[in-house]
């Protein structure tokens, strides 16, 4: 059974940082792509970031410069650094692994930014 696993959200003032964790199970984590989307009210979710098995990170516009991916394969896990927060980076963050036909979702981190 896959399991992803979310932590590390919470309430935020803007020019704030977080770090989200996600903790993966039931897969063979270095084989997998790892990204990070988020879903604001009423809105699509969109993509954050992602990291490749070998490595290669990606990132919306949005974001760069201010957030970073990396992932830890000996632990399983895949973090984002989250720095100099905005209003508008409030929203669910949902974890996603893929490899091939394989994509699996975590349960989503609620971050706010408010002040």
């Known amino acids: 059974q896959v399991q992803l696993v979310e932590s590390g959200g919470g309430l935020v003032q803007p020019g704030g940082s977080l770090r989200l964790s996600c903790a993966a199970s039931g897969i063979i984590f270095s084989n997998y792509d790892m990204g990070w989307y988020r879903q604001a009210p009423g809105k699509q979710r969109d993509m954050v970031a992602s990291i490749m098995s070998g490595g290669f990170t990606k990132y919306a516009d949005s974001v760069k410069s201010r957030f970073t991916i990396s992932r830890d394969n000996a632990k399983k896990t895949v973090y984002l650094q989250m720095n100099s927060l905005k209003l508008e980076d409030t929203a669910v963050y949902f974890c996603?692994?893929?490899?091939?036909?394989?994509?699996?979702w975590g349960q989503g981190t609620q971050v706010t930014v408010s002040s």
């Open positions: 996603n692994a893929e490899r091939k036909e394989f994509r699996y």
